[in-house]
């Protein structure tokens, strides 16, 4: 009985050292030479972002029929002079944008036109422009169909003036928006 | 029968004692302070492809020698991921070279953080800095969610 008591107690100290062994060294051997790990968590919020601008920020003098592009006929009434100086810079990460125009100026003596074109964007998503309107005191439509991109397009501003307006000088203060469709 | 199943039950207690120190050794290998942290990118320029990307160095990491050079290597998880996330380590103290900027995408396999963490010297130190980023055409949090990521900084044998 003794014996058999021995026997089992040396048993039992022969596993207790085996395991043992093996539990301080498994960190070791099962993960791979792995001695640490540490975590945490990192939150990347994007706000809604939408910018516009546009160089130069002072709108062109268009004088006819000084102007470099003035066209001016004999002997017809309507003149015009056109200016292709000012870019216009936006970017969204927006869905369905567009942006919109209008002026200050509620009673203009003569026309002023607006038109967008070389639209470049990135991603290739550029959106469309309108075709060439009268801005007036309403927002009305410059490009529509604009998706989450940044891009650049060419502004050319139109003057007309009819000879029988008479001399005279407009001051427009444009605004451009993005807004969503 | 009772003296062995008390033997028995003793050294399983001893068992699982052992066990829960070797393994508190070894989470307290490398820990990070600092807790979670969120970064908000507010701005961006028109006809600039990339929002203006921001930064954030709050957090520390420790880490300990151990008895081979070793390395930390550092993996993200980040389901539905939209933006861009990356980490550099600086300010190291005592040991270790900082590897170039490491781009977190998720499930992509763990990469080399800090190496040649020699096996002398005290407890150490480094700064994690983080820059998110992203650009116009990837949206906004209001229409594809918040970017969680888990990142995992793991230290092993070089």
């Known amino acids: 009985m003794k014996t058999r008591m021995t026997s089992l107690f040396y048993k039992s100290k022969i596993s207790f050292i085996a395991i043992t062994l093996f539990l301080i060294l498994l960190p070791r051997i099962s993960f ?9 968590n990192v939150t990347v919020i994007v706000n809604a972002i939408t ?19 003035a066209v001016v006929t ?9 200016d292709n100086t000012t870019v216009l810079k936006w970017g ?16 203009p003596l003569y026309t002023l036109q607006v038109l967008a074109t070389n639209i470049v964007a990135t991603p290739g998503t550029a959106g469309l422009a309108a075709g060439q309107f009268t801005i007036s005191t309403l ?27 008479g ?15 | 029968m009772d003296r062995s199943f008390l033997r028995i039950y003793h050294l399983l207690c001893v068992l699982v ?63 539905g991921q939209s933006f861009n996330l990356s980490v550099v380590a600086t300010n190291i103290t005592i040991s270790g070279t900082a590897q170039p900027t490491v781009s977190l995408i998720s ?9 040649d963490n020699s096996t002398a010297g005290a407890r150490r130190s480094c700064t994690l800095n983080y820059t998110a980023s992203a650009t116009f055409a990837q949206g906004c949090s209001t229409n594809v969610g918040n970017d969680v990521y888990t990142v995992t900084y793991t230290l092993v044998v070089q």
């Open chain 1, 32 to 40: 791979g030479q792995t001695y640490g790990t540490a975590s945490h």
């Open chain 1, 51 to 69: 910018v516009i601008s546009v160089t130069p920020t002072t709108v062109p003098t268009l004088t006819i029929p000084g102007g470099a592009t």
């Open chain 1, 74 to 82: 004999a002997g017809v009434d309507q003149m015009t002079v056109t």
């Open chain 1, 92 to 107: 969204t990460n927006q869905t369905l944008r567009k942006i919109t125009i209008y002026t200050s100026l509620a009673s």
């Open chain 1, 139 to 165: 927002a009305q439509d410059l490009i529509t169909n604009l998706a989450q991109s940044s891009g650049h397009c060419t502004l050319v501003y139109t003057g007309v003036a009819l000879a029988s307006k």
């Open chain 1, 167 to 181: 001399i005279g000088t407009d001051s427009h203060t444009l605004t451009l928006t993005i807004t969503a469709q």
């Open chain 2, 17 to 79: 004692l052992v066990f829960l120190i070797a393994n508190e050794g070894f989470s307290q290998a490398i820990n990070i302070n600092g807790g979670n942290i969120t970064l908000t990118i507010t701005t961006g320029m028109p006809d600039v492809q990339q929002l203006t990307s921001v930064t954030n160095s709050t957090c520390t990491m420790q880490y300990r020698r151990q008895a081979r050079i070793s390395k930390i290597t550092v993996a993200a998880t980040c389901p």
């Open chain 2, 107 to 115: 499930g992509n396999p763990a990469m080399d953080f800090i190496r």
